[in-house]
């Protein structure tokens, strides 16, 4: 009994440890790091573009060498007026920023109820006598808002503005949801991009290749209508113009939200399943840091939207008014992807070995990646800049060069003059000549 009791002991640890080293390579984003061999960082525009009957879909080369760092994955999706954005999945987190237009977009969290349901009345004459729709929360989105997007949550989008509604994303490949390889990809639950585009590796209908006669039993309906599902055009692509007006329940209509008591309340249903999944980041009520000779900047972390938590992404919107500039800093936690929304700047990165990465001007719809730890300033051109900039951190911390927060301000005079051989009276005007200007700076009086 006791050697059969030791050998399941020492059988017991082995599985602990194996199951343990596995757990420590998946577990966290930073025990599967990316290769960081950039050269030089560049401003880019997308490579790729797939067209849909709905609108574009534009990708940045994911395999280009400052995407492959911060093992991201960047899109623009155009779509148009009365156009619907088809249902699909993806196994990393995504965060969207709405650039242009408005519409509506829903986000299909697993296990949760349909909370949004239709009076009787409501339904279109063809389905009176039918069972009342009922479907999961629809949020209604704008220009400036931001969107989190969890992974393998199916998702779709209409535009029922009047101008295209133009989104920004960016995909997290190297997040821990993500055990598949660090290739971008989408599980479409209908529609394709055609056989002839750029990316039709990428974005395939998963729901084609199962067996109708399979599919049909699993829903309980017909071979035929299965057959009828599967047979998607491709040539209509990953959005589709809207036959007639959609007719969904809306959050800005006479709705009820369905108060009937679940059957099992629990923790799961009143957090998860409720969860806010957006927030604005336009409103100067709500900004950071402002300042009147310099610009304002909107953090959105995981204190504010607290789902960002749970992808462990963020995002600010920044501008900055004409010659100002941004502190030399570096971001301590995470990677930065900044995306260029209005204006031009002059920018300059600096890596670890003292060397210039990029020193170039950037304008609107350029996309560049700042590697966590790289130093990096920008100075706005005479029309001033803006952009919106992506984290691969849900609480990200930055660390300034100059400035009120600054690290040279908080070291001792000694410290600076001997690390700079420079005066006591030059040291202290490195340390205060900024004043209570943080971040953002004025341009310079000398």
Not at 72 to 95: C, K, Q
Not at 413 to 439: C, D, H, W
């Amino acid at each position: 009994m006791a050697s059969r009791f030791l050998l399941a002991l020492a059988l017991s640890l082995l599985v602990s440890a194996a199951v343990g080293e596995k757990m420590s390579q998946q577990g966290l984003r930073l025990s599967r790091p990316q290769q960081c061999r950039i050269q030089r960082i560049s401003a880019v525009q997308p490579r790729n573009q797939i067209q849909s009957e709905g609108g574009i879909t534009e990708l940045w080369d994911e395999m280009e060498d400052q995407f492959q760092c911060a093992g991201v994955a960047a899109m623009r999706n155009t779509l148009r007026p009365n156009a619907l954005s088809l249902p699909n999945y993806h196994p990393n987190p995504r965060l969207v920023y709405i650039e242009k237009g408005e519409g509506f977009i829903s986000v299909i969290f697993p296990g949760c109820a349909e909370t949004y349901q239709a009076r009787g009345d409501e339904q279109p004459s063809s389905e009176q006598g039918e069972k009342s729709d009922l479907h999961q929360k629809v949020h209604r989105i704008r220009r400036g808002d931001v969107i989190a997007l969890p992974p393998g949550a199916v998702h779709w989008c209409h535009n029922d503005g009047s101008e295209d509604l133009v989104a920004i994303s960016i995909n997290d490949l190297n997040h821990q949801s993500n055990q598949l390889d660090h290739k971008f990809r989408s599980f479409y639950l209908a529609g394709s991009a055609p056989q002839a585009g750029k990316g039709e590796e990428t974005f395939h209908n998963i729901f084609q290749a199962f067996d109708a006669e399979l599919m049909a039993e699993a829903f309980n309906v017909s071979p035929d209508l299965i057959r009828r599902m599967q047979a998607t055009e491709e040539e209509r692509g990953l959005s589709v113009m809207a036959r007639e007006s959609m007719k969904y329940i809306r959050p800005d209509e006479d709705i009820r939200e369905s108060s009937k008591p679940y059957r099992h309340n629990n923790g799961f249903e009143e957090t998860f399943c409720t969860m806010k999944i957006r927030t604005n980041i336009e409103n100067q009520r709500d900004a950071d840091i402002y300042s009147r000779e310099a610009g304002k900047l909107n953090v959105v972390d995981m204190h504010k939207l607290p789902i960002l938590g749970f992808i462990d992404m963020s995002a600010e919107k920044g501008t900055l008014f004409p010659n100002s500039m941004l502190s030399p800093h570096w971001a301590k936690d995470g990677h930065t992807i900044v995306y260029v929304t209005k204006g031009e700047a002059k920018v300059e990165v600096v890596d670890h070995s003292g060397q210039t990465m990029m020193n170039d001007r950037v304008s609107q719809g350029d996309m560049l990646v700042v590697p966590q730890f790289y130093t990096s300033t920008a100075q706005a051109g005479n029309e001033g800049f803006e952009w919106v900039a992506f984290k691969t951190s849900g609480y990200p911390m930055r660390n300034d060069m100059a400035g009120y927060t600054s690290a040279l301000r908080a070291m001792p005079l000694q410290v600076l003059t001997n690390a700079y051989q420079m005066s006591p009276a030059e040291a202290q005007s490195i340390k205060i000549n900024r004043g209570a200007q943080t971040f953002l700076l004025s341009p310079a009086r000398h």
